[in-house]
């Protein structure tokens, strides 16, 4: 579904943490995660858990080789930097593009640094506001997460203005506290709490719980959710996509919510 212009703006998101591309048969294969994206025809990519010349995955740039198989162009924020490794989060588009901010998010003593990264996406003639980030495991670390995306440099920044998309992997299950701040800004697109459970996304081969996440600013028709499934994704990574189909100037009252699975 390529984005389009008109009354209506159709824009398909995808979220998917990567684990570095590393398999469920533990092997490394961009190849793999790019052939589940490519199935999706996502116009938006948010990608968590990247290696960028990075020894243990024989030092390319995950971002850019799945970008490149994909047709895309890549923003790369490195959550973590060893040397000159790099570990984090991408947002990939073949639509035109900007990178407004990307910079690391509050963290404890000891924990994976977290980051987020924010990208301005030309739809039409809208420009939609793409944030993904990946928090961290710990509960408070993940609140003061939250708080710093709903501050001033991200979502509180007059410039995320609608339409608004945040998607990634917030390690949140429905319901948290942390998943409730974040829908009083931008609704889950999955509509209620009971809904949100319906489509669990980890582990990628017996899918329990559903911490990956897309919320949208309310001006934004839902038209369907799904998460992916099929043989493929289940082996890629350790999680399953998640695949949100949004009308950015809904010309009408949005239909009632579409849930339903697709094969990758």
């Known amino acids: 579904m390529p984005a389009t212009e008109g009354p209506a703006r159709l824009l398909r998101v995808l979220t998917y943490n990567v684990r570095r591309c590393l398999g469920a048969d ?9 052939a589940v994206i490519a199935a999706c025809r996502a116009d938006v990519v948010a990608l968590q858990e990247l290696d960028v010349g990075r020894a243990r995955s ?11 198989r994909l047709g895309m162009r890549s923003h790369f924020h490195p959550a973590m930097r060893v040397m000159e490794e790099l570990y984090g989060d991408a947002i990939l588009t073949a639509l035109p593009s900007r990178l407004v901010r990307a910079e690391g998010l509050p963290e404890s003593a000891g924990r994976e640094p977290r980051g987020a990264l924010w990208a301005a996406v030309g739809v ?8 993904t980030t990946h928090l961290g495991l710990d509960r408070r670390e993940r609140a003061a997460q939250a708080a710093a995306l709903l501050g001033p440099r991200f979502l509180g920044d007059p410039a995320c ?10 390690n949140a299950l429905p319901g948290s506290a942390v998943h409730r701040r974040l829908a009083a800004r931008l609704p889950d697109a999955e ?3 009971r809904r949100a459970w319906a489509r669990p996304t980890f582990p990628a081969r017996l899918p329990l719980l559903r911490i990956d996440h897309v919320f949208v600013s309310r001006g934004v028709a839902v038209r369907k959710v799904h998460r992916v499934q099929g ?8 999680h399953l996509p998640l695949v949100a189909d949004l009308d950015l100037a809904p010309d009408v009252a949005p239909p009632a919510l579409a849930l339903r699975e697709e094969p990758a």
Do not use: N, W
Not at 124 to 131: K, L, M, R, S, T
Not at 161 to 170: A, S
């Open 58 to 68: 024989g030092g390319i740039d995950q971002a850019e080789v799945i970008a490149a």
């Open 231 to 238: 043989r493929l994704a289940r082996t890629a990574s350790d």
């Open 124 to 131: 039409g003639d809208a420009e939609v506001q793409v944030v």
């Open 191 to 193: 509509g209620p709490v």
């Open 26 to 34: 533990r092997r490394l294969d961009p190849a793999r995660i790019a």
């Open 161 to 170: 203005r609608d339409p608004v998309v945040l998607l990634g992997d917030f």
